[in-house]
């Protein structure tokens, strides 16, 4: 997931022989898959459960034939920890292709979320609109049906929001429901 939300366009999964250090051990086999511009980390997982399901019965099948010839790893190791809710949260600040990419690689766990009057709002995946008049950062402004959020490059669509206490719904419905939007701005 962090790979994901720092933009990488491939991502894998390998089998590998445990050993006593943190994922040191031979690999057996690898795969890998394309991160498309609109994945977020769910949809990735849940493709990868599916090769890698393959890959470890092909890698077993390999090793009870006695066919299996594990390869040194190659490279230094590389930690991915889990992400917190702190790692969902958006910065309004940054590029809009940032906080894009960001989005999806937090959905649905830990989650997007920003925050607004000091309560927290969770977001499902922007879309990217260089072509949208320009807001401040964390600036809200509706702009046709679309609800459009300031970036430190451009603006960016909500898709879908879940205002504090509510239910996760589109984000124009939840526009439609604001007595205005002119000193909406998310934090």
């Given at each position: ?30 795969l ?32 009870e034939a ?7 790893q ?114």
């Open positions: 997931q962090e790979r994901h939300g720092a933009g990488d366009d491939v991502t894998g999964a390998v089998t590998f022989l445990l050993e006593e250090g943190l994922d040191t051990g031979p690999v057996f086999g690898t890998t898959e394309s991160v498309g511009p609109d994945d977020t980390a769910g949809a990735l997982l849940e493709r990868l459960s599916h090769s890698g399901a393959v890959l470890l019965t092909q890698t077993l099948s390999a090793v006695g066919k299996a010839a594990p390869q040194a190659v490279g230094e190791v590389s930690l991915a920890p889990k992400l917190t809710l702190e790692d969902g949260r958006l910065h309004w600040n940054q590029p809009a292709l940032a906080i894009g990419r960001r989005a999806r690689g937090v959905t649905p766990e830990p989650g997007a979320w920003t925050t607004l009057d000091g309560q927290r709002v969770k977001l499902e995946p922007v879309r990217l609109r260089p072509e949208a008049p320009d807001l401040a950062p964390g600036e809200v402004s509706l702009d046709g049906k679309s609800v459009l959020v300031g970036t430190g490059s451009h603006a960016v669509e909500l898709t879908r929001i879940q205002p504090a206490g509510k239910k996760m719904m589109a984000a124009a419905d939840w526009a439609r429901g604001m007595a205005t939007l002119e000193s909406v701005v998310f934090e």
